[in-house]
């Protein structure tokens, strides 16, 4: 599979809900962990499938640590201790999502490899793409975030109780980049709706898995 290219995610029966609030638990008994966000389950998921990698097993961290980055570099750690002694590589599909260095550090400490970036719609987007248009006033969505645009930003933001904070939180924005990883009529719907909600104006950009896709090949292909 060429990187960039998009699959429809493959079936999953942990709903967004439950990725946001607890992850997925690896289950398999393959020889590769992928450690990485619930909100990129169903597109790591898909990969693997459209891949044949059988070898490959995957873990994800609850989505909501996105909310809180303080906390992701000390749970991607106790992950990596609780589960990393029966694989022979560990690939940890976070970017610094907002850790400061800390994520990138742990995983150092630890000898595992992560994706280059600062968040993960810059590897969706291409990293080099996406830091090149220094886009500081817009607010990225991804497939992910849009579906739990509610949970994660409006009620997890707290701007269902407080709308006052929209202003405080979303001023500096400009634009909503929906970053799409599908074509989905029905998920751009919701995105336009999400930036009419938060005032910003809308732009869709189809990425596909951008850099996602070859970080995993080439994680895959080293064990």
Same mark, same amino acid.
């Given at each position: ?14 709903? %967004? ?11 398999? %008994?393959?020889? !590769? ?21 059988? @070898? ?12 809180? /980055?303080? &906390?992701?570099?000390?749970?991607? *750690? ?10 022979? &590589?560990?690939?940890?599909? @976070? ?22 970036? /600062?968040?993960? @719609?810059? =590897?969706?987007?291409?990293? %080099? ?6 886009? !500081?006033?817009?607010? =990225? ?21 407080? /709308? ?5 939180? =979303? ?24 930036? %009419? ?7 869709? *950009?189809?990425?596909? @898995? ?9 994680? !895959?292909?080293?064990?």
């Amino acid at each position: 599979m060429q990187a960039g290219t998009a699959t429809k995610p493959g079936a999953l029966r942990v709903s %967004d809900g439950a990725l946001t609030r607890d992850g997925l638990s690896a289950r398999g %008994d393959g020889t !590769v962990l992928v450690l990485a966000c619930g909100a990129l389950a169903r597109e790591i998921l898909a990969l693997i499938r459209v891949n044949g990698w059988t @070898y490959v097993d995957l873990h994800c961290l609850p989505a909501i640590l996105h909310n809180h /980055p303080q &906390k992701i570099a000390g749970a991607v *750690r106790d992950a990596i201790q609780a589960r990393g002694a029966r694989y022979g &590589k560990i690939f940890v599909a @976070y970017a610094d999502c907002g850790t400061g260095g800390d994520l990138a550090r742990v995983c150092d400490e630890m000898g595992v490899e992560m994706i280059r970036g /600062p968040h993960c @719609y810059a =590897f969706f987007d291409g990293v %080099d793409a996406f830091v090149a248009r220094e886009e !500081v006033f817009s607010f =990225f969505l991804t497939d992910f975030l849009t579906r739990q645009f509610d949970t994660l930003i409006w009620r997890g933001l707290k701007l269902d109780r407080h /709308p006052e904070l929209r202003g405080m939180i =979303f001023g500096h924005y400009q634009t909503l980049v929906y970053l799409a990883q599908t074509e989905d009529s029905d998920l751009t719907r919701q995105a336009q709706a999400a930036a %009419d909600k938060l005032g910003l104006s809308f732009e869709r *950009r189809f990425t596909g @898995y951008g850099d996602l896709a070859g970080a995993l090949e080439a994680a !895959v292909a080293q064990a």
